[in-house]
């Protein structure tokens, strides 16, 4: 993956690059912690059915169509070839309605394409940015949907 001459972004899909996405992670759970109300992240990982890898095409569809489902102040990080992370700081309640309107959405699934896989954790007291991480790494993820 490439980044752009900033450093925030990724360059091909300007979804806030890893190291960016770690810093505001960071940032949340140091806000969520003061503020005693847990931030969720959403895992998404994307997949070609029809092929043995994702095409650039398919990355930049899915990246536009995330970035039209999700809130400007919703940071979404590319932290692999097909696999996007979220962080929602609405609480819960909104998360979850989030995550649901996610996996609706026909227009992340590139003309049913591509399988899209999602897992979801939220922030505990005193829990760091890598064991949040880690979590959410061995979250189950929520069912293969083809939109």
Partial sequence: MLYSHDG?????THLASPSYFYEQLRSEIALATRSAKPIALIKVVFENLEIDQVRAQDILHFSFE???????EDCIGRLGINEVVIIVRDGEQNAELFLQRLLTSTALSVNHSLQIQMAIVYSNRDEDALKLLERLDRAELQGSYTS
């Fill in 8 to 12: 925030i972004h990724d360059s091909q």
């Fill in 66 to 72: 995330l970035t039209q489902l999700t809130r400007k």
